[in-house]
């Protein structure tokens, strides 16, 4: 499967956007599907996962909530009120069995 993430960019503190990732290759509904992020000079941390059964689970500090669609093919990544200190690199990951990484996609939260 191949993901592709979009839906970052300049964010106003405050702000809340939404990332999507699409999945092609295979049937979103097969995976476990996340969301993680790394900022500049820190290490991958996890954001935010949904199970096959769209059970989810959420890191506090992001303040942000995950869905999926799986008749689109789409996990969302809906964030809230933004800070500064969400500037990151956000990458969806899905699993089956291993993981399959997308690119990622910028936000950076300036005003």
């Known amino acids: 499967v191949q993901l592709q993430a979009s839906g970052g960019g300049l964010v106003q503190p405050g702000g809340s956007p939404r990332l999507s990732c699409v999945a092609s290759?295979?049937?979103?509904?097969?995976?476990?599907m996340g969301w993680f992020r790394q900022a500049p000079g820190k290490e991958r941390e996890f954001v935010a996962a949904i199970t096959r059964s769209a059970q989810s689970s959420h890191s506090v500090e992001a303040r942000s909530t995950i869905s999926r669609d799986n008749a689109k093919n789409t996990v969302y990544l809906q964030m809230n009120s933004l800070k500064p200190e969400d500037t990151a690199v956000y990458y969806c990951?899905?699993?089956?069995?291993?993981?399959?990484w997308g690119q990622g996609t910028l936000v950076t939260v300036s005003s």
């Open positions: 990951r899905g699993c089956r069995g291993i993981e399959y």
């Open positions: 290759g295979g049937t979103l509904s097969d995976y476990c």
